[in-house]
């Protein structure tokens, strides 16, 4: 069995399930040392360190900073250059992630109360936000559609995309998707050295007040540093699907889904939870059977005989209750009556029902964000959305009236806290 | 002049106002040695170093961690304790803020598009959620009401409530908040191993999925380190206020404002900004007669001297602008038309509009949160709020018939990315 098969009714099923899906994101000291010191240089040197970890760690060498952007004449160039038929899915699934993002925008609000004060809450779009498109190894245009067609949907002003490009290759179909988005500006920069541009500004690169979207160990930890100082969308850890069956989806359908996520790296995680032992058989059968003819079989392999499961469980309640307790980004439902268990879940990324959705129209152009929390981030963590580039401010205007009222408690608290300005600013506004 | 008179028309004004309000929270790499220490130690010692920590920090020892537990009885006792007018002060605050964030509880989502696919979100509330309360030097029991009631009308199952008390003091305004806002169990512990303990569980503190609220260095280093393992919601730096002035508010108002803020401590910010000359000088006077009858004189002299300013504008939309650029944690319009303002402000983390609103009613019972972005972070932060408490799951459904469009799509663009499995699991739902 390519797979390991577990039986959550057998003796220490608990602490086996512990141990598959634990994972911990080292605090690596060395990258932790290596991202302070690009962090510091970068927000004390700017272009000039820039260009320097950018020759170093990307082997670009480009005369000057300026050479680092890709001008926005070259992202329709490139658009021009796709195949039709790219160039099509493209633009069906930036039209369809446009929709389904445009369902999330917030509105402002207000109300008075009884003695007349005014409350509400203002809502904005952040002005400046930078997005991070992993390069390389792997150039995914499908993530520049996600990571930039929520903040224009917020209204986000100016967005500016980090994308490296190893020893100066651009991947025409990432351009493409960046103009169809309506990114602003592009620059060829990657890693922490990329993070650090966009945190604290260079002479070239302008400092952005969010930076989104997933990274190595390096963008990660950059990320996590300058929290604070900007905003971040989250820390991604290496991905994940939960696949709950009843058994009667195409076992076939269900080992690529398996599949579909083993294939991005060793580290992903691939777990199948049904209560029929002889659906499990099929599934492992289709699986053998599949394997030798995947293109990216060695990583796959590696990732369900490292990462993965098949996990016999007493029934659907019971599968529900292990994923809760996994809280996978991508869970699928493929059940023959996914609404009835929809209301159990409670913590997922994303919540694909019924055999036909496989997580892959997810992440390409269903709609929904396919940035998603991983190691049982889902707990707290969100899709990336518009939501993420919007945010609030409270609005209070109090009436004499309202005052009169309020400015007494004010007064009663803040003398409980010894603030005692906080209480005479309330005071004083009191008629005598 | 106590405080720093500018002029945003004089030259070099745009480098003074940088570095007046420049904060840098020092990556200051004691405080980070001493934090991963704490961390690593709570992570794997649980019980046995939380105890030690909490006698080495907090001068707090005792038998066992069960005693670091106030219990639910302690709690009514507190509230029975307090004198009336501060029970009915702390009711009626708790009362406001729970209307006010209700407007705030956002609803799942669901829609079809043309081909039935179901596409939607489904919110749900934080199962755990851990508040940090500070203690020691201040006790704030308002800021137990603005970091539990969000959570609780949010839905969240368990409310764990961290407060460290210095040589075992408890402050009864504190645990009567507690009791009034629905906190479900208290922990008398602080600093850098509250948050460990939080995040990690011991074995008498539970791991809860966010930790909220403010602190110190050590509460707020640790709060970044720990980020991704749990969610946390902003990093804290000192408080500030911007007032707007157009001249027609009681200049004494406006003096205690400032004081208002800058009795926090002498970190914190105050500045006005007003186009009369005049009346500048008149809050002048106003601060000169009013700041020796103050109780916390020294700290507002500190903040005031250090780091306040007046500042003349050119005109209302000039000092707009400055305020724009500050995106300050308090923002005061104490103007005749706020409302024609308000439309102008881009970043504020509260805005408190007409001569009546002090920040001050707005810190305790106007009904909008106190925890509030600072240091310019409003560009990305919002005050916190019942979605801090709430997170989303993507729901998609695709239809035998949507994914016949669907599923072609994202093959192409699977295919553009080179991820097959990921073409093949879309392409075995179509029809030949």
């Known amino acids: ?30 990258v932790n040392d290596t991202v302070r010191r690009v962090l510091g240089d970068i927000s004390s040197r700017g272009d000039a360190a820039l260009l320097e970890y950018t020759a170093q760690f ?5 005369a000057s900073a ?14 021009e250059s796709i195949t039709a038929e790219h160039r099509d899915a493209l633009e069906q699934a930036a039209e369809r992630i446009r929709e389904y993002h445009q369902h999330q925008l917030q509105e402002s609000w207000q109300y008075r109360d009884a003695a007349g004060n005014l409350l509400g809450q203002q809502i904005s779009p952040l002005q400046c936000a930078g997005i991070y498109v992993p390069g390389g190894k792997a150039s995914y245009p499908s993530s520049v559609l996600m990571n930039a067609i929520p903040a224009q949907v917020a209204g986000v002003e100016q967005i500016i995309m980090a994308v490296p490009s190893p020893r100066g290759a651009l991947n025409d179909l990432v351009l493409a998707a960046a103009a169809i988005a ?19 500004g260079t002479e070239t690169v302008p400092a952005v007040d969010k930076i989104v979207g997933p990274g190595n160990i390096y963008v ?25 069956c009843d058994g009667s989806t195409n076992p076939d359908w269900v080992a690529m889904d398996l599949f579909s996520q083993a294939e991005h790296d060793e580290n992903a995680q691939a777990i199948l939870l049904c209560p029929d032992e002889q659906y499990l058989s099929q599934v492992a059968a289709s699986i053998n059977r599949l394997l030798p003819e995947m293109e990216r079989a060695d990583i796959i392999r590696a990732s369900l005989e490292g990462r993965g499961a098949m996990i016999r469980t007493r029934d659907l309640a019971d599968a529900v ?17 996914p609404e009835q268990l929809l209301p159990e879940i409670r913590h997922a990324g994303a919540i694909f029902m019924g055999p036909y959705t496989s997580e892959s129209l997810g992440d390409y152009c269903a709609g929904p964000n396919h940035v998603l929390p991983t190691s049982r981030s889902s707990r707290f963590f969100s899709p990336l959305g518009v939501y993420d580039f919007q945010k609030r401010s409270s609005v209070i205007m109090c009436s004499e009236e309202g005052v009169q009222q309020l400015g007494k408690v004010a007064s009663v608290l803040a003398r409980g806290e010894s603030l005692t300005a906080h209480a005479r600013s309330a005071e004083m506004r009191l008629r005598d």
């Open 1 to 30: 069995m390519l797979m390991r098969q577990l039986d959550s009714q057998q003796t220490g099923f608990d602490q086996m399930l512990d141990e598959l899906t634990a994972w911990e994101d080292e605090l690596d000291l060395a």
């Open 58 to 62: 990307d082997q670009l060498e480009v």
């Open 66 to 79: 300026a050479d680092l952007e890709v001008d926005q004449q070259r992202l329709r160039q490139a658009l």
């Open 182 to 200: 309506g990114v602003d500006r592009v620059f060829t920069i990657g890693g922490a050295q990329a993070v650090a541009a966009l945190a604290y």
């Open 220 to 244: 990660a930890t950059a990320k996590r540093m300058v929290f604070g100082r900007v905003g971040i969308d989250m820390i991604a850890g290496p991905s994940e699907i939960l696949v709950i």
């Open 321 to 337: 209750a292990i994923s809760n307790r996994l809280a996978p980004e991508h869970l699928e439902l493929s059940v023959q009556d």
